[in-house]
């Protein structure tokens, strides 16, 4: 079975992504940090009324909950991590006939941590347009635009609008409750939720036969584990306050913010940190925006389109570990989606957003004595409001928590892949999926694209692992 189905996978013809030809543009000269580049840019801009898509409506059965009982004491793959990487790995091993993985996550639900933290934002849809799903590639299940138009009387005319341009093979955006309705539906199509368990894994032994996952569950003995536990967000430096909790009227973006009884002061210069400060001023408050970068840097996606070609990650194949790094500062950089420019721009004109740019952060005070939280800059000035949100920025977890050290053989933060299968070169029955392949697949490894990437190496690898397994298991029973 695993013969034929090991083949059939391997010989599977992957289309490419056709370009997309966006019906609405606006050319913008090269940025200033980039004078080698002499062409426009193309900038997608959506209308400001199609970022506003509902939240909360039902577009079928509640989501799946995870199993209850005692975790299995065997499996051919364990997941680590429930996330959107783990929905996309778990459906394309159910295609490839390996139908008894095991996920376990911390989190109640598959996906339930991307979405909570969408929420937790406000942010509405996804840039991501609908040629970009988690589900398996190359396997025709109904993907995230037939999903669209099968609950057409749901959406918005707006939304409605961006399944049409989809359709088309124009640039779109995805409102975030159609994607959360597919995911569920992905995860209700392969059973997925009936091989997931939540829990924390806590320590991972690989030998050469086989994985020890040890969980807060139990015990678990793999044929292989994938690591899919994505990215944590950075914390503050400890010389910014005195001890290791933050005072008071400090706090993280990934926390739930209200609403501030004065102004709010925001640190970090990506898209989280741009989500918070429009929230703040569409409550009518005043917010100091405070950014280490000159200027802002607007763009269509996190990471450059090129890179989720083949030509771009192409890039990343056979060049230097220092070419790498390279890369990966330039284009892996703090960044803001072009549509919040306008009301920003609008903003800061009035001036309820003070924008401080270019400078560090010293010290963060919190709220004492009845007085406001406040932000030392290293220009000698200071910014201070009700409430102080740090944005920080994400770093990819890459298994150093669970795997031993001479595992990970951890290098400026990465660690050491091989490129074709992903797995751990000292442990080739553990892999890594998502941020933590950045080093092989480039920026976009930590996206839905790069995810179906990075899933179609892995499981080709265990199944070709598996297969050597039958074969040398039926040759010492002849």
Known sequence: MRSSVFRSFC?????????ASPPRIQKRPPPSDRPSERSSVTVFLPPPEFLESPRGRQFGAPPPRYRTDAL???????IVGGGLAAIGLAGTLWHAGIRDFVIVDRSSRLGGQFFDRADTLGQRVLRSPYDHHPGAEGYRDCELLDFARLRWSLLTEGERLQVRMAQAGHRSVVPMDVFEAYCDHVVALHGLAYRAWQGDVRQI????????????LGDIRAENVVLCT???SVTAPADWWPGDTPPEGVGYWSEPVGVADGPTVVVGAGLS??????KALAAGGQVHWVIREVAERYQCADVNASFFRAEGRSRFHGTTWQNRLQMMGQHRRASVMFEFRPALTAAEERGSLVVHR??????VHGRTDGGPAAVDLSDGTSASGHQVVLALGTRPLIGAELLPADVVCARDGWPDLDEVSLAYRAAPRVYALGAAACM?????????DGHRVGTSR???????QLETSTRRTEVTHV
Do not use: F, K, M, Q
């Open 11 to 19: 010989s599977c013809s992957l289309p490419p992504t056709a370009p």
């Open 72 to 78: 299995p004491s065997t499996s051919s793959v364990v």
């Open 205 to 216: 032994d690989p030998n050469d036969d086989e994985v020890l996952v040890r969980t807060s």
């Open 230 to 232: 994505g990215e944590e």
């Open 273 to 278: 940190a741009a989500h918070v400060v429009s």
């Open 358 to 363: 270019g400078t560090g952060v010293t010290a």
């Open 440 to 448: 092989v697949l480039g920026p976009a490894a930590r996206n839905i």
């Open 458 to 464: 892995i499981v080709t690898s265990i199944l070709w």
